[in-house]
């Protein structure tokens, strides 16, 4: 078996199907990694992974909103497709993922990283 590992932010938030007496969770992570090119120019690439959790525990779900940052493991797959319109071949990196893991969010990095405000009557002296 191949497991994936990867770490990055949704691109929205998630959606639940229900398909038979099973439901799946679905959403799109954006996994961006930055390095130095022989230039010494710093680069970004962003790869899209699409993401299926099947099972009838869903609750998971509610907190896998756009920006959220995730830690998915599970098993990678690919997809083809031809592009309506333009006859153009495109492919998708897709992940059934056994584990979901939240990292946090964009807005709840920027709420910890604010020192805390105090009037002084918390203080013990």
Same mark, same amino acid.
């Given at each position: 078996?191949?497991?994936?590992?990867?770490?990055?932010?949704?691109?929205?938030?998630?959606?639940?199907?229900?398909?038979?007496?099973?439901? *799946?969770?679905?959403?799109?992570?954006?996994?961006?990694?930055?390095?130095?090119?022989?230039?010494?120019?710093?680069?970004?690439?962003?790869?899209? !992974? &699409?993401?299926?959790?099947?099972?009838?525990? *869903?609750? *998971?779900?509610?907190? /896998?909103?756009?920006?959220?940052?995730?830690?998915?493991?599970?098993?990678?797959?690919?997809?083809?497709?031809?592009?309506?319109?333009?006859?153009?071949?495109?492919? *998708?990196?897709? !992940?059934?993922?056994?584990?979901?893991?939240? /990292?946090?969010?964009?807005?709840?990095?920027?709420?910890?990283?604010?020192?805390?405000?105090? &009037?002084?009557?918390? /203080?013990?002296?």
């Amino acid at each position: 078996m191949i497991e994936l590992q990867l770490i990055g932010h949704l691109g929205k938030d998630a959606e639940v199907k229900e398909i038979g007496n099973t439901k *799946v969770i679905n959403f799109s992570v954006a996994v961006t990694e930055k390095f130095k090119n022989q230039k010494g120019e710093l680069v970004e690439n962003t790869t899209w !992974v &699409d993401v299926a959790k099947w099972g009838t525990n *869903v609750a *998971v779900a509610q907190y /896998l909103k756009k920006g959220t940052q995730v830690y998915i493991s599970g098993k990678p797959s690919a997809r083809g497709y031809i592009s309506n319109g333009s006859n153009e071949a495109n492919g *998708v990196l897709c !992940v059934t993922a056994f584990n979901i893991k939240l /990292l946090g969010s964009a807005q709840e990095r920027k709420i910890e990283q604010k020192p805390p405000i105090s &009037d002084g009557t918390d /203080l013990p002296f």
